[in-house]
């Protein structure tokens, strides 16, 4: 069964701080997608990144695909309050079927 | 594109009533899938399908649950009877050519009572 591991689970911070969140496995996947979730609304897509050693950069959000394809790393710098929400990763599974979730980090940044 | 439609956005019925959560997919999407989330398990795949046919309902936690998709622009879960640990929130989204980017819905809280 493959996992995805998610740190830190909660995360409180001031606004202009940076932060990094991980997704970590021991397991390969063919992709691994980004989603942002905030209450009462669904997950959404924030990037997809497929390539190892991929780095996608989306305003002050990167995101960085390990070399062997099993973690993930998200870094926001200078926090805004916006930024709050639920923050998932998810990999795509070999068979390109299904996705595996992490549990999520739960980010609020104050001003 | 409207997105991935789901309704109701919310429902509170009682123990042993029966539920039905509709979803509208994406139009061109060949994949639909169900999630349920809650605060103890997160984000858990019910069940999928691919151009209308399920394929993997091992998510499915009880016979009670059932799924179907009679066409490709509309699903409905099912729960009978319903009880109060199927209190969550239902997620339905879809995808094109694969799981890879998948679209979600605004979902639909549960609560049965």
């Known amino acids: 069964t493959q996992l995805l591991e998610q740190s830190p689970q909660f995360l409180s911070i001031q606004e202009g701080e940076n932060l990094t969140v991980y997704c970590n496995s021991s397991s390969v996947f063919s992709s691994l997608q980004w989603y942002r979730q905030e209450p009462g609304e669904g997950p959404v897509l924030l990037v997809t990144v497929v390539t190892g050693g991929e780095v996608k950069k989306l305003k002050r959000l990167t995101f960085q695909f390990g070399d062997a394809r099993k973690d993930s790393s998200l870094h926001i710098t200078a926090a805004q309050p916006g930024d709050t929400g639920l923050y998932l990763c998810a990999g795509e599974n070999e068979y390109g079927n299904k996705l595996v979730f992490g549990a999520g980090t739960i980010l609020r940044v104050k001003s | 594109d409207a997105g991935v439609i789901q309704s109701p956005r919310h429902e509170v019925t009682e123990m042993g009533q029966e539920v039905t959560l509709r979803c509208k997919p994406i139009?061109?999407?060949?994949?639909l899938f169900w999630y349920r989330q809650t605060m103890m398990r997160g984000l858990e795949l019910l069940i999928y399908f691919n151009n209308n046919v399920p394929i993997d309902d091992s998510g499915m936690p009880e016979d009670r649950f059932s799924a179907k998709m009679p066409n490709a622009s509309f699903s409905t879960l099912k729960i009978q009877p319903s009880e109060p640990r199927d209190s969550a929130v239902y997620f339905c989204a879809s995808s094109y050519g694969g799981a890879g980017t998948q679209y979600f819905g605004p979902g639909t809280r549960l609560l049965v009572l």
């Open positions: 139009s061109g999407h060949d994949y």
